[in-house]
């Protein structure tokens, strides 16, 4: 299929060639006939894209800092590739569409195949076809024109900012900034019985919004303030709603300016609000900023897991926006037709981004069309391979495949096909890395009997089920921590290998058992020597609403992150665990963040983990001391072993390795030449079980045994 594309790095847009979008649990196939492009958020994201280095830094400075901070952590070079990377891979424009369903997943129950649909959020691109969760697709009923039911997600973003406003009928409100969404929150206050006047200093949209019924007058035009005060009786107006981005005051001033006394102010749109504050405070006024389409918007459980707010507790979500909108085109209130100034084929979308960022034609809604036959769903490359090395596939590539492990395996492994949620990543990494096909579907790979192995980094819940699915297609695996998020699913897993007598190699990516720091240090212990062991992890913290902080999604941190650590326990223990007990740091109630978990082994050794969640970034992120025998190590951050015997001994490693390249070489020998697995199954199988065993410790509030 087809999809317009954008390189963050230089800005250039291409039409390219995608396989589908994955269906996945709780989403629908949607085959678009028009899509909308916001002329406002867009047009920023293509504008920014084409600047220079020093400008993209410039406006933005949040993702700046972040850099100059890996800087420190990683080194240059280390980072240079990791930014580079990021900035090459083309990225999806466009969040507002309409279409068909072609295919539904098993879950879901109130959309059909053939249903036609708006869709919004940023899986709503500009392609073929997209992958929509539940809760960011409404019908469309057959009185209503698809290509009007385009503009939904941006009726619904109008729609939240007068919402937000609580304007009675009779009452007077003034739009600033008169885009698109803009004149939409201007037509839709209109029939709703408000007293509407817009504003902007753009003369073209101005120009355009009075072709479109609209009372509207350039900001800088003479007696605007007074001519506003008298239409309002001398009072101001009741509301005023922003839906300029702008980086000047003069809005949110303006704003102060004419509101009446205890009025409101809605802000929608990206302006500073930094304002004076002699109006705000004699009028009392109060500032609201809205929400994009509504409650719900970047919400995962909203959003991805399709989890409702209750209706009676939250009238207005961001779905119910969209089905708002989609009621005023149905009952004749709105007619959003004449908006559409220009409409272009999915091929010429590069050339109407053109026009917006020209600004010497005017404009309002610009459309895109697409062709109405179904497109291919996989891509095939024609590229020379080697006969001299396995032939592996991927499934998930997002930063930890990227930036770590295909830098790596590409020199021991002869790329098959790569499957990714998101067909233009699929395309980038399949071209970078020389792949063979670039898929959406699971058969493609697993019915291919020259791909002996598959890595799997996809998302965390998903890790099961597609090592099942390899168990099953007797492929070697490699999966990405952790193995499972539920004790049933590696039951599950534990049940297929005996059932389908699977003989074949299945690693994890425990990689710190495999850091040249680690080695050396196996390299002082006896085996069956007690060791006391203590690791301490300053994890830092995520946002509470990160996927992996979702237990269904990610696991929760303890499953997802510190089974690394729990691993790597038992592997410096070189025993088996008897008992595990965990106490959490309760600051998050639901929420379990930061454990000091206390293991004991079958040789007497004992180990303390403490992953936490609360400390400063400036600290140094993993701290490792193993006494035994009368000598004590030491490894920090694994950058530096120091030996405390009779005398203190030092190594210090040129970077930070934690052993990621030693796995992926050890794997692949083990592949290539049937040698032991790298990590022993009953090992891996151990470390998970452990790991959910410390979040049943802190639920129970009591010691586990083994």
């Known amino acids: 299929m087809k999809q317009l594309t954008q390189q963050l790095k230089s800005g250039k847009m291409e039409i390219v060639e995608v396989p589908f979008p994955i269906l996945e649990k709780g989403c629908l196939l949607v085959r678009n006939h028009f899509s909308i492009i916001s002329p406002g958020t867009e047009a920023k994201t293509v504008s920014d894209a084409r600047k220079g280095y020093i400008a993209k830094a410039k406006s933005r ?33 466009g969040y507002s569409c309409s279409g068909e369903v072609i295919a539904v997943s098993e879950d879901v129950i109130d959309f059909k195949v053939g249903d036609f649909v708006a869709c919004g959020g940023n899986s709503a691109s500009h392609s073929d076809v997209v992958s929509i969760p ?40 003034l739009v600033i900034g008169l885009g698109l969404i803009g004149q939409l929150c201007t037509k839709i206050l209109e029939v709703n019985g408000i007293n509407t006047i817009g504003i902007d200093i753009s003369e073209q949209c101005v120009d355009s919004s009075i072709s479109l019924g609209i009372k509207a007058f350039n900001r800088n035009s003479n007696g605007l303030e007074k001519y506003i005060q008298q239409i309002t009786g001398g009072h101001g107006v009741d509301s005023v709603i922003i839906c300029a981005s702008s980086s000047s005051n003069d809005p949110i001033e303006f704003a102060g300016t004419v509101c009446r006394k205890k009025g409101k102010i809605v802000i929608v749109g990206a302006i500073p609000t930094g304002f004076e504050r002699k109006n705000f405070y004699e009028k009392e006024l109060e500032i609201k900023m809205s929400h994009s389409y509504g409650p719900g918007r970047s919400q995962l459980p909203y959003e991805e897991k399709g989890i409702d707010y209750p209706y009676a507790y939250v009238r207005w979500t961001e779905n119910r926006n969209m089905q708002g909108f989609i ?64 032939i592996c596939s991927l499934i998930g590539a997002g930063n930890y495949a990227q930036n770590i492990l295909l830098p790596i395996i590409k020199n021991y492994f002869t790329f098959c096909a790569v499957l990714t949620p998101k067909g233009n990543i699929s395309k980038y990494v399949a071209e970078k890395y020389s792949f063979s096909l670039s898929t959406s579907s699971l058969e ?90 203590y690791i301490r992890v300053n994890a830092g913290e995520l946002p509470l609403n990160h996927w992996i902080n979702d237990y269904e999604i990610g696991g929760g941190r303890i499953v997802g992150e510190c089974c690394h650590f729990v691993d790597l326990a038992r592997h410096i223990a070189d025993s088996k665990v008897v008992s595990v007990s965990a106490e959490e740091l309760k600051e998050n109630e639901g929420l379990t963040q930061s454990i000091i978990a206390n293991l ?33 190590y030491q490894i920090n951050d694994f950058k530096e072993l120091k030996i405390y015997t009779n005398k203190i001994k030092k190594i210090n490693y040129t970077k930070q390795d934690k052993g990621h390249k030693n796995l992926f070489y050890a794997f692949s020998q083990a592949v290539s030449h049937s040698k032991n697995s790298p990590i022993p199954i009953e090992q891996i199988f151990e470390s998970t079980e452990v790991t959910f065993c410390l979040l049943e410790s802190v639920q129970q509030n009591r010691k586990i045994h083994f």
């Open 134 to 173: 539940i809760n960011l697709a409404c019908k469309i009923p057959d009185s209503v024109d698809i290509q009007s039911a385009a503009m939904t997600t941006l009726g619904a973003i109008a729609l939240q900012g007068i919402r937000q406003s609580n304007l009675q009928i009779g009452e007077n409100c």
């Open 444 to 533: 493609d790979i697993l019915k291919d009997t020259k791909c002996s192995t598959v890595f799997i980094t996809s998302r965390h819940d998903s890790h099961a089920f597609y090592v099942i699915e390899c168990i099953k297609a007797q492929k070697h695996i490699f999966c990405e921590k952790p193995l499972a998020i539920k004790k049933e699913e590696l039951n599950k897993i534990i049940e297929t290998i005996q059932d389908y007598q699977y003989n074949k190699h299945l690693c994890l990516g425990f990689n710190r058992r495999f850091a040249p720091a680690i080695i050396e240090l196996k390299k002082n212990l006896i085996p069956n020597q007690k060791k006391s062991i």
């Open 327 to 390: 009621e005023l085109l149905k009952n004749k209130k709105l007619d959003v037709k004449p908006f559409i100034s220009h409409t272009f084929l999915l091929d010429d979308a590069p050339q109407a981004y053109e026009l917006i960022l020209n600004k010497d034609t005017a404009f309002s809604a610009i459309c895109l069309q697409y062709e109405k036959e179904i497109p291919k769903n996989k891509i095939v490359y024609q590229v020379e391979k080697s006969n001299d090395l396995n």
């Open 61 to 93: 400075k949040k993702e700046f800092l972040q850099v100059i901070d890996l800087i420190k952590k990683q080194g240059i070079i280390d980072t240079y590739k990791l930014v580079m990377n990021k900035l090459e891979a083309p990225s999806s424009l």
């Open 600 to 632: 004991c082994y079958e040789n007497g050794s004992v180990a303390q983990i403490a992953y936490l969640s609360n400390g400063s970034k400036e600290l140094n992120k993993e701290w490792i001391e193993v006494f035994c025998g009368n000598s004590v």
